[in-house]
């Protein structure tokens, strides 16, 4: 129940840190987003991976890994696409180096 509790408290705090962000800082916050993505990855392959894992687990650890993996590529697609609009254009409409 402690731990019902603590993802609860956790969640509500997240969504409430993240409404709270200018839409200036969203590169870095997606970055941030990007790398928790990660750890997410990595502990979902360490809890699924066990010989002795039950199936349940295995199947939510392939769910989480699925969702989180989709989170970060799309995180750098974006981040990608926000960085692209503050290149400097050249005289034929192309990107600057």
Do not use: W, Y
Request: proline letters at 2%; hydrophobic letters at 55%; charged letters at 10%.
């Amino acid at each position: 129940m402690g731990a019902l509790f603590v993802f609860m408290l956790a969640t509500f705090i997240g969504i409430m840190v993240i409404q709270r962000v200018s839409r200036l800082l969203h590169t870095p916050l997606m970055s941030l987003t990007n790398a928790i993505s990660a750890i997410a990855v990595v502990g979902a392959i360490i809890v699924s991976a066990g010989k002795e894992a039950p199936t349940f687990i295995t199947v939510l650890g392939l769910v989480a890994i699925v969702c989180s993996t989709t989170n970060i590529v799309s995180g750098f697609f974006i981040t990608d696409r926000m960085l692209k609009m503050f290149k400097k254009r050249d005289v034929n409409g192309g990107a600057s180096r």
